[in-house]
Nanobody
Framework: QVQLGESGGGLVQPGGSLRLTCAAS????????MGWYRRAPEKQRELVAR???????NYADSVKGRFTISKGDAKNTVYLQMNGLTPDDTALYYC?????????????WGQGTQVTVSS
């Protein structure tokens, strides 16, 4: 069993910054990739950013130049640094991980952390 724990969401003014943290725990053999998705009200869930075990990253066009995904200081942890936030970034942000574990490989999701950008 693999668990993902998210933290760092909250209320911030436009132009502000937040850093989200996701930590994976459990029976992990290897972490193939981790990423962040978000779902805004009345919109479909979308990929925000993703990082592979090799360090390759990809971003949604809407966040390029403002958000940065990186591996955390602790093992099996990933950060999402969000700068220049706008009201359009308001959403529930979910951590996602592609994990090889016992008994096999699977995709796991966190519970989500709310990010609200408002003055």
């Amino acid at each position: 069993q693999v668990q993902l724990g998210e933290s760092g969401g909250g209320l911030v003014q436009p132009g502000g910054s937040l850093r989200l943290t996701c930590a994976a725990s459990g029976s992990i053999v290897s972490l193939n990739a981790m990423g962040w998705y978000r779902r805004a009200p009345e919109k479909q869930r979308e990929l925000v950013a993703r990082i592979t075990s090799a360090g390759s990253t990809n971003y949604a066009d809407s966040v390029k130049g403002r958000f940065t995904i990186s591996k955390g200081d602790a093992k099996n942890t990933v950060y999402l640094q969000m700068n220049g936030l706008t009201p359009d970034d308001t959403a529930l942000y979910y951590c996602n991980a592609d994990v090889s574990s016992n008994p096999g490989r699977g995709i796991y999701w966190g519970q989500g952390t709310q990010v609200t950008v408002s003055s």
